[in-house]
């Protein structure tokens, strides 16, 4: 007798299930050791399997971030719709990316601190464009420039320094625990406050809003 299709519903446990398992088995055993054959044994299937419902093992570790990072994103822009003035946008959103980091450290880590293993392979480069974040950025800073209260330059070059100096605030007491390094929270606050008064020209200091 032939075997039946598996339905919506098992297809969607058999998923929840692998992706159960790579997580657990990344945050106990670390990014280096992630292969498809030691995660498959995790979660009881074969190696298959995880082919079957991801196409590659890159497809189901990224799988893991996707879904609440895709929500995050979702977030950031209807935050940013709910301010005009682009400079306390900018705050706005930078301060939320802070947030994130420090109430959601584990998803912060395996989304935005990955370092990717050897065994992984390298994925296709995008654009920065596909970014939800950085365009939120660039859009805070074309509209500041528009309106002549912020400095000059490529909205999109801007938007990526901005983000690697506050996203280094963040990684770094992560990367160098060793070190008595500030914590991210006071880096953070600290980084915040320099890069709005660097882009910043009629209003160096901005008020909360």
């Given at each position: 007798?032939?075997?039946r ?7 969607k ?17 670390g ?9 498959a ?15 590659s ?18 977030e ?23 947030e ?27 654009p ?31 938007a ?9 605030c ?7 625990d ?13 980084m915040?406050?320099v ?14 809003g």
């Amino acid at each position: 007798m032939a075997r039946r299709p598996a339905t919506d519903v098992q297809k969607k446990a058999a998923r929840r299930q692998i992706q159960k398992a790579a997580a657990s088995f990344y945050a106990e055993k670390g990014a280096a050791a992630v292969s498809a054959r030691a995660i498959a044994q995790q979660a009881g299937v074969s190696v298959g399997k995880i082919y079957a419902h991801f196409g590659s093992l890159q497809g189901l570790m990224q799988s893991l971030w996707m879904e609440p990072v895709e929500a995050i994103n979702a977030e950031l822009g209807e935050l940013a719709a709910q301010i005009a003035d682009p400079v306390l946008r900018l705050k706005a959103l930078l301060n939320a990316y802070v947030e994130v980091a420090l109430t959601r450290p584990q998803l912060f880590r395996g989304a935005f601190l990955f370092v990717r293993p050897d065994t992984l392979p390298r994925p296709d480069r995008e654009p920065l464009d596909g970014a939800p974040f950085a365009c939120l950025l660039t859009s805070a800073i074309r509209d500041g420039q528009a309106l002549g209260l912020m400095r000059a330059g490529d909205p999109r070059a801007l938007a990526q320094v901005v983000w690697a100096g506050l996203h280094g605030c963040l990684a770094l007491p992560v990367n160098f625990d060793r070190l008595d390094i500030a914590g991210p929270a006071t880096l953070a606050a600290d980084m915040v406050d320099v890069l709005l008064r660097d882009l910043s020209i009629a209003r160096p200091h901005v008020a909360d809003g």
